[in-house]
Nanobody, 119 residues
């Protein structure tokens, strides 16, 4: 059974940093693309980063501030977030794609972790 469990969210001041984790089970991160998607209060879903075979990509809103990575030994996906802004406040979801490449649709979602950026 595929499971994705996010952790690491919380309250952080503007300019601060957080690292989100997504523990995956039921499949190997080696073989599938993974994304982080967020939803701000009252807003729709926003894709922010993907790691596929051989490459990582980012939305313009987070480029240069966020870094996606994988620990294959722990089968865990990470999102290192730096220079956080109030507009980064959102629930962050870890999402699995159906294939390793960057064009596959998303098929499994975690329950999300809340990040609040506020002074």
């Amino acid at each position: 059974e595929v499971q994705l469990v996010e952790s690491g969210g919380g309250l952080v001041q503007p300019g601060g940093s957080l690292r989100l984790s997504c523990a995956a089970s039921g499949f190997s991160l080696n073989y599938y693309a993974m994304s982080w998607v967020r939803q701000a209060p009252g807003e729709g879903l926003e894709w922010i980063s993907m790691r596929s075979i051989g490459e990582s990509s980012y939305a313009d809103a987070v480029k240069g501030r966020f870094t996606i990575s994988v620990d294959n030994m722990k089968n865990t996906l990470y999102l290192q977030m730096s220079t956080l802004k109030p507009e980064d406040t959102a629930v962050y979801y870890c999402v699995k794609h159906i294939e390793a490449g960057p064009l596959g649709v998303m098929d499994y979602w975690g329950k999300g972790t809340l990040v609040t950026v506020s002074s």
